[in-house]
């Protein structure tokens, strides 16, 4: 069984910064694809940034330049480092990790709030 827990999330002023952290276990991380997930109020989900398990990364155009995506197989983490925030950024951050995008694994998220 694989659990997918995320951190770091918080309350931040606009154009302060957060990293968030999501930590798997259970299964072979390096071979997982690892994306980060927003839901903001009444918004619809929305892949925020993803990285394949050879590294390759992508973004959401309104994140691009802000955020950054990278990962740590030997700690079994993958960390999204925001920089720039913006009151818009503001949602539950959720981490995905599997053999596609969307995986087959869900954290149960994080809570960032960035206030103006």
């Known amino acids: 069984q694989v659990r997918v827990v995320e951190s770091g999330g918080g309350l931040v002023q606009s154009g302060g910064s957060l990293r968030l952290s999501c930590a798997a276990s259970?299964?072979?991380?390096?071979?997982?694809?690892i994306g980060w997930y927003r839901q903001g109020p009444g918004k619809q989900r929305e892949l925020v940034a993803a990285?394949?398990?050879?590294?390759?990364?992508n973004y959401a155009d309104s994140v691009k330049g802000r955020f950054a995506i990278s990962r740590d197989n030997a700690k079994k983490t993958v960390y999204l480092q925001m920089n720039s925030l913006k009151p818009e950024d503001t949602a539950v951050y959720s981490c995905?990790?599997?053999?596609?995008?969307?995986?087959?694994?869900w954290g149960q998220g994080t809570q960032v709030t960035v206030s103006s």
């Open positions: 995905n990790a599997g053999f596609s995008q969307p995986g087959r694994y």
């Open positions: 990285i394949t398990s050879d590294r390759n990364t």
């Open positions: 259970g299964g072979t991380f390096s071979v997982y694809h």
